[in-house]
């Protein structure tokens, strides 16, 4: 059973930065991705950006283009997510994903809440 660790959020104010990290608990074998959702009260979970193993090529929504930047440490199986000018409509709990592309197992991470206020 694979555990993802998430760190880094909390509450900042309106154009200020974060960077969220997620590392599995052990090691990780086989071709996966790994991305960030997030979750707003009274909303469902969105998905942020995802990132692949294999060529790190990465995909985002619409609303955190050209703010967010997902990245990853394929030694240490880690994935960052730098957020930058941050708005109060960022602010959620943020989830990590890991996702075994042959087997489709997918696992979560507990979610690290980020608060955007003034």
């Known amino acids: 059973q694979v555990q993802l660790v998430e760190s880094g959020g909390g509450s900042v104010q309106p154009g200020e930065s974060l960077r969220l990290s997620c590392a599995p608990s052990?090691?990780?074998?086989?071709?996966?991705?790994m991305g960030w959702y997030r979750q707003a009260p009274g909303k469902e979970r969105e998905l942020i950006a995802t990132i692949i193993e294999s060529d790190s090529s990465a995909n985002y929504a619409d609303s955190v283009k050209g703010r967010f930047t997902i990245s990853r440490d394929n030694v240490k199986n880690t994935v960052y997510l730098q957020m930058n000018s941050l708005t109060p409509e960022d602010t959620a709990v943020y989830y990590c994903n890991l996702h075994f592309l042959l087997s489709r197992d997918e696992y979560w991470g507990q979610g690290t809440q980020v608060t955007v206020s003034s």
């Open positions: 052990g090691r990780i074998f086989g071709a996966n991705s």
